[in-house]
């Protein structure tokens, strides 16, 4: 009997909420506090530069499904386009965001946990959050979709709240609607800076590219994944400029506040009150410290055990527990996150995690120039979708990427040495085949 395939039923609007729920909504509101300052108040104003950008490399992912219309990731696009050992190092790079994103999920749910009880230390969210995301992992639960589904209209509910409130005291005069978040009159224009803090952004739109994965369970991949894509990066980029956009009518001078990574409370008092407040911080909670923190535990545990399979990393990391799941690489993911949180915080985490996120994205643009421009058929050429788009894209993303952190800059270019090191350890210079990264 042949072996049956994946069911095909995903159509363009199942895709498109995916890649919606895969990006959280409320992202924005988790973030602002980190991004304000350094973006002198022009939050929105990185979200739409981010928004260009990534759309450009959706339209690059969306011309990879069309040519590779399978299950697809970063790793798969690039070796599949140039070749194993590129391929490789673009997953290497990809897999520094795996290895951050619990520590980013831990770190934004205590600083929202911490609000409603300061006199537990973050230190101790950190650990609560880590074992029970890693307790669920070991026993192999993972959110369901329902569940998905209910946390995504929780966001959504919550973001209704606060533009209905500020709309509110708006009409009552309280607040006045103003551009400051996209141009600031109050500092000194600087785009730079704004940059600087876009690359923070650039983790609000990291999931769009989970739609290729989902290649064979579409009815037509070749067109609804491109299509889900570019609409969902469009929908979230523009949700995302207004939530700061909005933001920025409540609270036009951010300078009047002290420094807090949790700014965004504040923000909800203020438009809201003690309820808005409350229920914001318990979202935000659950949606980080919790649902997200346990996807990325569960993804990452994953991307592990694969290497330890393929002989990546030491084979202890590829095997199961009575559960069925890598139990020793959620131990030491689980013991990695907790030190990442403490020693880093989350500003630096969150750039860490976007630089190997950019690294992708531009793996991506360059590898559509290449196989299909370059070398492509003479018939097949487009020259926007394969040559103009992707381009841009790269250019946005290296503009973003140069701008980020110095010490983060370091120290993601000190991963890719060791990536480097470590393929040529593992092929003896190239005399081995290269191995497979499954991301």
């Not at 103003?178 to 500092?187: G, L, V, W």
Request: proline share 5%.
């Amino acid at each position: 009997m042949a072996e049956q395939g994946m069911k095909k039923t995903l159509k363009t609007s199942d895709l498109t909420v995916f890649g919606m729920m895969f990006m959280i909504p409320i992202a924005p509101m988790a973030w602002y506090g980190t991004l304000v300052g350094p973006a002198l108040g022009m939050v929105s104003l990185g979200y739409v530069i981010a928004l260009v950008a990534m759309l450009f490399t959706g339209i690059a992912y969306g011309e990879m499904a069309k040519k590779f219309p399978f299950g697809g990731s970063v790793y798969r696009y690039v070796q599949q386009s140039t070749t194993p050992w590129l391929g490789f190092l673009a997953g290497w790079g990809m897999m520094i965001s795996y290895f951050f994103l619990p520590a980013v999920c831990y770190c934004v749910g205590a600083m929202f946990a911490s609000w409603i009880f300061p006199s537990v230390p973050l230190v101790a969210w950190y650990v609560i959050f880590t074992v029970i995301t890693s307790i669920l992992a070991w026993l192999g639960i993972e959110a369901s979709t329902r569940a998905s589904w209910i946390m995504f209209f929780i966001e959504i509910a919550l973001i209704a709240w606060f533009f209905i409130a500020t709309f509110i005291k708006v009409a009552q005069g309280e607040f006045t609607i103003n551009t400051n978040a996209f141009i600031n009159p109050n500092a000194e224009f600087s785009m730079s800076a704004v940059l600087s803090a876009t690359v923070v952004v650039v983790l609000s739109y990291v999931g769009f590219d989970a739609i290729s994965t989902l290649a064979e369970e579409t009815v037509e991949p070749t067109v609804m994944i491109p299509r889900a894509t570019i609409i969902s990066i469009i929908s979230m980029g523009l949700l995302f400029a207004v939530i700061t956009w909005i933001a920025g009518w409540v609270l036009p001078d951010y300078t009047v506040l002290p420094e807090d990574e949790a700014m965004f409370v504040e923000i909800f008092g203020m438009a809201g009150g003690k309820a808005l407040q409350m229920a914001g911080s318990l979202c935000l909670i659950m949606a980080f410290g919790l649902a997200c923190g346990l996807e990325c535990m569960t993804a990452c545990t994953r991307v592990l055990y694969a290497m330890g399979q393929d002989g990546v990393i030491p084979k202890v990391m590829g095997t199961l527990n009575s559960h069925q799941v890598p139990g020793i690489a959620i131990i030491v993911m689980a013991i990695v996150s907790i030190i990442q949180c403490v020693v880093l915080g989350l500003g630096i985490i969150a750039v860490i995690t976007s630089f190997g996120s950019l690294i992708g994205f531009m793996a991506v643009d360059l590898s559509v120039v290449w196989k299909l421009f370059i070398k492509g058929e003479p018939g097949e050429k487009k020259f926007f979708g394969h040559l103009i788009a992707p381009l841009l894209g790269f250019i946005i993303c290296f503009a973003i990427f140069i701008n980020s952190d110095p010490f983060c800059m370091k120290f993601g270019c000190g991963w890719m040495v060791v990536g480097v090191i470590w393929l040529l350890v593992i092929t003896r210079f190239f005399t081995r085949p290269t191995p497979t990264l499954e991301l």
